[in-house]
């Protein structure tokens, strides 16, 4: 997929959670998401997603372990932006 930040655009392969950050935080995204062509894709509706955390806890608290673990291993690999 592409992604646009704040007219920076970068490629993110195969494998990868978007929109984790802001789930984790509640707040809007910050970027634009284009899949590009041949790409498949998972989409949740934030307020189902929600729905169901609450209603099962401990799948909750795996999806939020997975997604602060994908937030982590790309905070290793970044390089800060000026």
């Known amino acids: ?8 655009k970068f490629l993110i392969g195969s494998g ?6 802001s789930f984790i935080l509640g707040t809007d995204a910050t970027a634009t998401v284009t ?3 041949g790409c498949r894709m998972l989409c949740w509706n934030v307020t189902e997603l929600r729905a169901l ?3 099962f806890p401990r799948t909750a608290n795996a999806l939020v372990a997975l997604l602060n ?3 982590a291993q ?3 690999t970044s390089w800060p932006h000026r």
């Open 69 to 71: 673990a994908d937030v």
């Open 1 to 8: 997929v592409e992604v646009d930040r704040g007219g920076q």
């Open 35 to 37: 899949a590009k062509q």
């Open 74 to 76: 790309k905070l290793t």
């Open 16 to 21: 990868n959670f978007l929109g984790e950050i």
């Open 53 to 55: 955390m609450e209603q």
